[in-house]
């Protein structure tokens, strides 16, 4: 008989891979660069099904996937390829970080300021987004949660029903044998004396 084939993972698109580096990224440079734990990696795998705009029932990628996912880029990245690669600019910036103002050359200080405020639209709109998709993000956990607790209580619940039938099974076993009527006792023989006469 043929074993039935494992199901193959679904392949990362181009939208989950661009939210998984920059929820990475976000979440790497609140470390201070410091390693993510499962928890973490939960969190991430979150923002990028919030980020994507997937529904509970849709599936998601897990935190195992994602963590995998960051280091097989981060090889490709540093391997440096010739040939042209979409997520080059945003490992780079990743592993980079955002320069600082001081970094510029002082001759180009001055067009800091124009250039800022032409963003700060779209700045603003990144906020917008960005607040929008931590709401989303809290409230998906705080659904997840709540689906645990419920599903902890039924299942303690249950535990508690089958420990009382068990209880309830074995008081009805000793009631059944003490009510039940005694085999009554088969009369003895009576002791009969034997009056032996002896002849004269």
């Known amino acids: 008989m043929a074993t039935p084939k494992k199901a193959q993972p679904i392949p990362w ?96 200080q001055v067009e800091v300021l124009p250039i800022l405020k032409s963003n700060s639209k779209s700045i603003l709109s990144e906020m917008r987004a960005f607040s929008k998709s931590f709401l989303q993000i809290e409230n998906f956990k705080i659904h997840m949660i709540r689906e645990t607790q419920r599903s902890m209580f039924h299942m303690e619940n249950k535990r508690i029903q089958l420990i009382l039938q068990s209880q309830r099974r074995i008081v009805d076993s000793i009631a059944t044998a003490f009510a039940s009527p005694s085999p009554s006792p088969s009369p003895s023989p009576s002791n009969k004396r034997i009056k032996i006469t002896q002849p004269i």
């Open 13 to 108: 698109s181009h939208q989950e891979t661009v939210h998984l580096i920059r929820a990475y990224q976000e979440k790497w440079y609140a470390l201070k660069r410091g390693p993510l734990r499962h928890n973490q990696w939960e969190e991430v795998a979150v923002a990028v099904a919030t980020r994507c705009g997937y529904d509970l029932g849709q599936p998601v990628k897990s935190a195992l996937q994602c963590r995998h996912k960051m280091e097989k880029l981060r090889q490709r990245h540093r391997a440096h390829s010739k040939q042209p690669w979409p997520y080059d600019a945003l490992m780079e910036e990743l592993e980079r970080g955002p320069l600082p103002i001081s970094a510029f050359h002082s001759d180009h």
